[in-house]
Every structure is written in structure tokens, then in C-alpha cells.
């Protein structure tokens, strides 16, 4: 037995390697169109398989994996791979590890190595997984790896955090509630971990450059009580807002940030740093590239951005411009970016950098809107090992994902919308390797399924490509014109809008998905379909090439319902995949991103409504701007202490809360609070996730004395919230205090 420490838990032992014997069904290898060809001849000793080290790292909701492997020069070793929780019965199937293709075919000297690589999806933050891969070669070779593997734990507060309090100024303070520091700057200077750092209402000015790192169970937080009200503004001659220099475990949470010169945050080597419940807005700066989140050069890894509403300033219908900006932009591994809602940038996101001189792997981006982008949706340009983009919705973008190129892979694009492109749903150029596409909806302009590129060892199953219908530019309508070599697609719908013109693969043309599947013996269960697969959907209009005179105007996201009708050609047309369609409905899962009988508006973007209506708020006309707001995340908006005030307690002669009347109640609740002297004033409810449900005062100047608001058991958009728990939060001159209210229904 070997014992290997955890990457995400400071050594502990968690893999063990143990012989065992098979237990497991190995699915047979697919044939695969367009292989290289003089391959030696089978059975001799380069073609057998022998395994190497196993490397893993987690995140919250999944697991990568690498084996190294010498020999095998035939590519034919296969590794399925079974999990479950550890303590439990049960075995479940995951994806087999993609064999990666050795060697550089892009002329930039990149070689992956000799290996497999692959992931497990839909795990659960926290938790112990016990993880079984088994390998076999045809031509010799076997072994049975175990191993316990941890997945990366949400972050939560700790229940000892220090609270220190924080106004706009320019130094000085002890951190206390009448003496609150004065300034970001201050703060930082005397921050160590356990700190949760209560930005008070107002705006800071200038560069803020967070130095002081926590730990993992310690973090350090810098924490705003809502983006409507605390504002860090670069004033537009800051080039960066904000910058985590070499922290570790620094979180920025409910804060906007606008006006940055040029970026509006930065990581430097930076690790586990958290972004989450921002609101970001980059404005044009001529000369200038913006970028809203810059993560990139070496030592960056952990990073979590998640429920932030990032606004840039390109405008769909001026089209493509040579103005590169990113809402984010990163490299390293371990790197989550979920469920965040992202407009109006050049690119969306861009995982990798185009940068092979540093390692990205292992990074899961899923459960983001993403509208008005004119390049690409998000771009994975320049990663390796484990990239996860999946549940993710992009509307009005130039080309959906950009791989161009990747190393090794593989990269997943898994159960993605993407509506309205107007060039390519994949960018696939460059010789990219390791691409692995399944259950995706693709709904474009463009008269070209899936157009252009010249890519190596690609899987797609389950997907729908549905182009335009009419000629242009680029040529007449054709389901699939691309070059690939080593490719495995089949089980994928197809819109075949004029006869006689199916594919044209590698040079060929194919007139029929029969003539295609004749040549290549690739897609011999693909269907034809069109728009009318879909429950309520149009063809969106094509605009200039590559938008050079400007695109049609925007669809809003969500605008279009991409669910699949009953009986329609998409339905029971798919392949199962495990730990990808597990649970499907019918005889077999359904092509595309929405399983029949599921939801097909997803819980895209950031949770927290509010949010997005502050952000609207502060929107210039124009492009479009709504989105759909999302399910619950785990994370904490703001802290609020159930015992009634704040930790330090009210100090005689100072502002009071008093209890909430009635309480319970079901209908309205008159909530008093008095004043000693005029004060600036802020009343807000939270849930015990400490989430803002309700901005129930903005705020204002109040006079002293005894004052009432009344809240009639709604949140910002006007939805009536759960019987429940939730918390009153007075925020006044810097003093915080909070209260239970108890809503019953």
C-alpha cells in the first residue's frame, strides 16, 4: 500500500493504492474516423501498457484525475473509472479517462506526455469519495488503483471570527465600532486571520492592495453590507481597484467595484482568494485593454469566483471590434467560476490565457449567464488536464467556446445553451487535443452546425446543431464542415436545412448523414431535426461577417425556451453517458442541454436578485441587460448574530433596535429603531444564510428620535419569502445591529 497526501488538505493520507482484482465491465474502445495511420503492428512491446503515478485534485463539485502510463503507442489503454462515497455501498460509473494524445501538433513544441486524463462530475463539497480506476490494455497491461480522494469544502465563516469595522478614510482606528478603521489600507495593516472585516456604507477611493493572508479554517473577509451602498471606485486613474498580492485565503464579498483604469481586480500569486456577491462595472479607457478579473502568472490556484454581476462596455450591436476585454481572465488550477452573470465584454471568460508556459487544469466554470459577448462566450485557449464547462447559458455571442488551441485535454463542454451565435458554437482551430463535447444545445445564424477548425481526438454525443438556413459569407447551409482527426461523433441532431449538403469532413463532401456515416463510420444513430424540436424558439438573424458592420439587436437571455417538445425528433435520441445523463426520463436521454421533463430555465447567474437589480440600476441604456437569477449558493452574503446586536454589544447612549412587532407575523411587521443624534441610516432583512433579502430603507439622513419601517414579508423583486427565520439589520454611523423576525405563512 502507497499513501499520497491530499493537495486541498494540509497531508493528510487520503489515497491508498491497492491491487485488486477487475470488478468492473469495460466498455469497448470506440472506433475512431480519421486515425493516424502506420501504426506498428498490434502486439508488439511498445503497444503494451504499463502504469505510471496517479495525480488528482478536487474542487467543490468535481475530481480530476491523471494516470501516466509508458508504452501503449497503439492509444488503444482504456480506464474506466467507479466512485462513492466513502462508508457507503454502491458503486457508480463515471466518465472512462480520455487516453490524451502524445506529441505537439501546433508547431509550439507543447507535448501533454503519455497519459489518461478525465474527471467525475456532480460530487458534493466536503466530502470523502472513494475512487476506483481500472486499466487494461488489449495489447498487455492491467492494474486496479483505489484511492480516497477529498473533495474541496465550500467556505464558510468560522464561528470565531473577530469583527473589525472599516469607514472610507485615509488612516487611523482600532477597528471597533466607535472607532472603526479608517480606511481599507488601515485595516489591512493590522488584519490577521479570523478577521471579518465590516465595510460600513460609502465609497472608497483609490487602489486598495490586500497583504495579509488567513488560513483555511481562519480565513481573513472583507465584507461590504451590499453592493448598493459600499463602493471601491479606481475614479478611472487607478489601474487596478483592487489586488490580492501573494494572500492566501482572502475573500471580498457584497461590494461594487467600477472605474478601474485598466483592472478592476487582480490576483499576484494568490491562492483560495473568494470573490462573490460583487457587482463589477469596467468602463472604456481608451488606449487601454480591460479586463474586470485578472488572475493570471504563476502560483495562482483555488480561486473561487461565484454569484458577482460583471458589467463591461462593448455593445453587441456596434459588432466585432480589435478591443479585447475579459470579465475574467485566469490561469492555474483548482480555479471555480459558477454562477455569475456576465455582459457586454469582447470575451466572456478566458480560462488558460493562451499561456503553455503555465499549468491550467483542473478548473470547473458552470451554472454562468453570459450575453453580449462579440468574440467568444468563454475561451479555454492555452490549458491542459480536467477544464469543466458546464450548465452554463450563453446568448448573442460571435462563437460559443473557443478551444485554440488546448494540450492534451480534456476539456468538457457539457449540457451548455448557447443561442444565438453568429459564427461557430466551437471554436476548434489551431489542432486543439482532447475535446469531449456532450449534451449541448446549439442554436445559431451562422448556415454552418458546427463550421471551421482543424482539431485532434474529439468525442461529441447527445448534442443538437441547429444553424441558419439561408446562404451567406461563408457559404450555403451544411450541418458540418470542419477537419478532425481521430474524432468519435455520433447520437448528435443535426439541422439539414438544404438536400444533397450534410457534411463536408476533411475534405469530402457528404450529401446524407447516411453517405457520412458510409465513409467515416461516424454518426450512425444521428437524427435530423430543426427549430421546431424546441418549445418556443426562432432562427435568430444573421448579421455582417464577423460583425464588422455590426449585429442585429439582442436577444435577452432566457427570451428563447431551448425545452424539448414531446415527440419531437430530439426525445429518446441520445446515448447514455454515466455520471453525464444519470437519471434520464424515457427510453434513452434526450439530445441537447434539457432533458424532456426537466427544467429548461436552469439556475443560470448569481442568486441573489438584488444583486442584479442594483447592478441594472447603474447600467447605461442600450444592449441588453436581464438574466435569469439562480439557485442558492452556498456561500454567506453578510454576517448577522442572532442574539440581537452586534458582538460588541450597543454602548449606552447610542442608536437601539428594538424588537420587531408582531413576531411571528404573517402579514406586515412594524420594525422601530431609535436615534440619539441624526445618523446615516440603513435597514435591511437577511435570511440565516446571511444572504440580503430586502433593502427595506436605503440609506439615508435620519433626524434622532424613534422612527418605523415596515416590511410586508417580501424580497426586492416583490416575491413573497418562506415561512422562516430571517434577520433585521440596522446599519447606522458604524454601528451594526441585527435582530430575529420569524415570518409565518
Wanted: aromatic residues 10%; proline residues 7%; negative net charge.
Amino acid at each position: 500500500m502507497i499513501c499520497i497526501s491530499h493537495p486541498h488538505r494540509g497531508g493528510r493520507a487520503l489515497a491508498l493504492f491497492t491491487i485488486l482484482a477487475a470488478t468492473l465491465p469495460l466498455a469497448s474502445v470506440p472506433s475512431l474516423a480519421g486515425a493516424d495511420p502506420g501504426a506498428a503492428p498490434a502486439g508488439t512491446a511498445s503497444h503494451s501498457t504499463v502504469p505510471g503515478a496517479i495525480s488528482f485534485e478536487s474542487t467543490m463539485q468535481c475530481i480530476g484525475l491523471k494516470w501516466l502510463i509508458s508504452g501503449d503507442a497503439d492509444l488503444d489503454c482504456r480506464v474506466t473509472v467507479a466512485y462513492r462515497r466513502y462508508g457507503t455501498d454502491g458503486w457508480r460509473a463515471a466518465q472512462p479517462l480520455l487516453r490524451v494524445e502524445p506529441g505537439s501538433y501546433n508547431g509550439n513544441g507543447i507535448d501533454p506526455g503519455n497519459l489518461l486524463a478525465g474527471s467525475i462530475f456532480n460530487l458534493t463539497g466536503g466530502l470523502t469519495y472513494e475512487v476506483r480506476l481500472t486499466l487494461s490494455d488489449p495489447d498487455g497491461g492491467f492494474a486496479d488503483r483505489t484511492l480516497l480522494i477529498d473533495t474541496r469544502p465550500e467556505p464558510e465563516d468560522s464561528p470565531t471570527l473577530r469583527w473589525r469595522y472599516v469607514v472610507p478614510g485615509s488612516g487611523g482606528g482600532s477597528g471597533t465600532t466607535l472607532d472603526p478603521f479608517r480606511g481599507i489600507a488601515a485595516a489591512n495593516a493590522a488584519a490577521e486571520p479570523g478577521d471579518l472585516f465590516l465595510l460600513q456604507p460609502g465609497v472608497y477611493t483609490g487602489s486598495v492592495v490586500f497583504t495579509a493572508s488567513g488560513t483555511e479554517t481562519a480565513p481573513i473577509i472583507w465584507r461590504g453590507l451590499h453592493p448598493a451602498v459600499v463602493t471601491l471606485d479606481g475614479g478611472g486613474t487607478a489601474p487596478v481597484v483592487v489586488e490580492f498580492r501573494n494572500t492566501q485565503h482572502v475573500r471580498l464579498e457584497n461590494v461594487s467595484i467600477i472605474r478601474p483604469q485598466r483592472r478592476a481586480v487582480v490576483g499576484t500569486g494568490s491562492v483560495a482568494s473568494v470573490i462573490r456577491y460583487c457587482v463589477i462595472r469596467v468602463d472604456d479607457v481608451p488606449g487601454y485593454d480591460m479586463t474586470a478579473i485578472d488572475f493570471r502568472g504563476p502560483g495562482q490556484r483555488d480561486a473561487l469566483i461565484t454569484n458577482n454581476v460583471i458589467i463591461g462596455y462593448t455593445n453587441w450591436e456596434e459588432g466585432h471590434t480589435d478591443d479585447d476585454s475579459y470579465a475574467v481572465l485566469i490561469t492555474g488550477t483548482g480555479q471555480v467560476i459558477r454562477h455569475n452573470r456576465i455582459s457586454d465584454w469582447w470575451d466572456g471568460l478566458n480560462v488558460g490565457a493562451d499561456d503553455a508556459s503555465i499549468e491550467t487544469s483542473n478548473c470547473d466554470i458552470y451554472r454562468n449567464e453570459i450575453f453580449n459577448c462579440t468574440d467568444d462566450g468563454i475561451e479555454t485557449d492555452g490549458s491542459r488536464h480536467n477544464i469543466r464547462i458546464f450548465d452554463n447559458r450563453f446568448t448573442n455571442v460571435l462563437c460559443g467556446v473557443s478551444c485554440q488551441p488546448v494540450y492534451g485535454g480534456p476539456v468538457y463542454i457539457v449540457r451548455n445553451a448557447v443561442y444565438n451565435w453568429q459564427l461557430k458554437p466551437l471554436k476548434f482551430h489551431v489542432w486543439p487535443t482532447g475535446i469531449v463535447v456532450y449534451n449541448n444545445t446549439f442554436v445559431g445564424a451562422d448556415p454552418r452546425g458546427w463550421g471551421g477548425g482543424q482539431w485532434r481526438n474529439v468525442v461529441a454525443k447527445n448534442n443538437i446543431f441547429v444553424g441558419g438556413s439561408q446562404s451567406a459569407p461563408q457559404g450555403d447551409p451544411i450541418p458540418l464542415e470542419t477537419d478532425g482527426v481521430r474524432a468519435d461523433l455520433d447520437y448528435n441532431g443535426w439541422h439539414q436545412a438544404w438536400p444533397g449538403r450534410f457534411a463536408y469532413f476533411n475534405s469530402v463532401y457528404y450529401t446524407s448523414r447516411e453517405a457520412f456515416h458510409t465513409g467515416t463510420g461516424m454518426e450512425g444513430h444521428g437524427v435530423l431535426l430543426d427549430i421546431g424540436v424546441f418549445v418556443r424558439a426562432e432562427e435568430p438573424p444573421l448579421g455582417s461577417y464577423l460583425g464588422e458592420s455590426g449585429f442585429f439587436p439582442p436577444y435577452a437571455p432566457g427570451s428563447q425556451v431551448l425545452g424539448l417538445l414531446p415527440n419531437s425528433a430530439a426525445v429518446d435520441a441520445g446515448v447514455f453517458l454515466p455520471n453525464i445523463t444519470d437519471g434520464f426520463f424515457g427510453r434513452a436521454p434526450d439530445l441537447g442541454a434539457y432533458e424532456l421533463r426537466t427544467a429548461a430555465v436552469a439556475d443560470y447567474g448569481t442568486d441573489d436578485p438584488a444583486i442584479s437589480a442594483s447592478a441594472l440600476a447603474t447600467s447605461e441604456p442600450g444592449a441588453s441587460r436581464t438574466g435569469a437569477a439562480g439557485a442558492s449558493d452556498d456561500a454567506s452574503a453578510a454576517t448577522a448574530d442572532a442574539s440581537g446586536s452586534s458582538p460588541e454589544g450597543p454602548a449606552p447612549g447610542m442608536s437601539r433596535l428594538l424588537p420587531a412587532f408582531p413576531n411571528p407575523f404573517r402579514g406586515t411587521a412594524q420594525i422601530t429603531y431609535e436615534l440619539p443624534q441624526e445618523s446615516w441610516v440603513t435597514v435591511s432583512i437577511f435570511d440565516v444564510a446571511g444572504r440580503m433579502i430586502r433593502l427595506l430603507e436605503q440609506p439615508a439622513q435620519r433626524a434622532a428620535g424613534r422612527h418605523d419601517a415596515t416590511w410586508d414579508g417580501r424580497d426586492d423583486a416583490a416575491r413573497e419569502v418562506a415561512s422562516g427565520t430571517y434577520i433585521l439589520w440596522l446599519e447606522t454611523d458604524g454601528l451594526t445591529m441585527t435582530r430575529k423576525i420569524v415570518r409565518s405563512r
